[in-house]
């Protein structure tokens, strides 16, 4: 009987680790529109799913680890899942405290969060465009520099097999 119960905690163990959770965010401005990073575009933000919490860069501060609650609190919530190992601590430790990118290159001396996400995930950077209403009178990085927004993301991983998307309004990784 202990082998049995041995074997269920470690099986339940495994499958609780077997999967990396990526969250969507759809932000709204001060009026109520939803903020378009591309034209067209839908996610304003995005964060991975580690052993402890949410992993995220958010203006102004630093890589860190946020909890469902703060995810809730910045907009609608789509969430991927991937049937691939999480993320240790060990792995995202190396970003955990590196400030905020607020010129969005692909750099590693400061952050952004899709740059985060991309760089934990292996996401190939893309040129980036920064044609959408959000960027109108303020130019973060020159155009067709590589790097990522939410929504190449979101594009990438609904295209890879791995990924089981499961639309919810937010989730607490495992």
Same mark, same amino acid.
């Given at each position: 009987?202990?082998?049995?119960?041995?074997?269920?905690?470690?099986?339940?163990?495994?499958?609780?680790?077997?999967?990396?959770?990526?969250?969507?965010?759809?932000?709204?401005?001060?009026?109520?529109?939803?903020?378009?990073?591309?034209?067209?575009?839908?996610?304003?933000?995005?964060?991975?799913?580690?052993?402890?919490?949410?992993?995220?860069?958010?203006? !102004?501060?630093?890589?860190? *680890?946020?909890?469902?609650?703060?995810?809730?609190?910045?907009?609608?919530?789509?969430? *991927?899942?991937?049937?691939? !190992?999480? @993320?240790? @601590?060990?792995?995202?430790?190396?970003?955990?405290?590196?400030?905020?990118?607020?010129?969005?290159?692909? %750099?590693?001396?400061?952050?952004?969060?899709?740059?985060?996400?991309?760089?934990?995930?292996? *996401?190939? !950077? @893309?040129?980036?465009?920064? %044609?959408?209403?959000?960027?109108?009178?303020?130019?973060?990085?020159?155009?067709?520099?590589?790097?990522?927004?939410?929504?190449?993301?979101?594009?990438?991983?609904?295209?890879?097999?791995?990924? @089981? !998307?499961?639309?919810?309004?937010?989730?607490?990784?495992?």
């Amino acid at each position: 009987m202990k082998t049995l119960f041995f074997i269920l905690t470690l099986l339940t163990c495994l499958q609780a680790s077997a999967e990396i959770r990526v969250a969507f965010i759809e932000m709204t401005d001060t009026r109520g529109r939803r903020v378009e990073l591309e034209p067209g575009g839908r996610f304003a933000h995005v964060a991975v799913s580690t052993e402890t919490g949410w992993l995220h860069a958010y203006p !102004p501060g630093a890589v860190r *680890i946020a909890n469902e609650g703060e995810l809730k609190a910045m907009g609608k919530i789509t969430i *991927i899942t991937l049937d691939r !190992p999480a @993320l240790t @601590l060990r792995e995202s430790h190396k970003f955990i405290g590196k400030a905020y990118d607020n010129t969005y290159s692909w %750099s590693d001396d400061k952050i952004y969060s899709s740059e985060l996400v991309g760089k934990l995930l292996n *996401i190939e !950077p @893309l040129a980036m465009d920064f %044609s959408g209403d959000y960027w109108r009178g303020r130019r973060p990085a020159p155009e067709q520099e590589k790097g990522l927004s939410p929504d190449d993301i979101y594009r990438s991983l609904s295209r890879q097999p791995s990924a @089981l !998307p499961k639309p919810k309004r937010a989730g607490t990784p495992k």
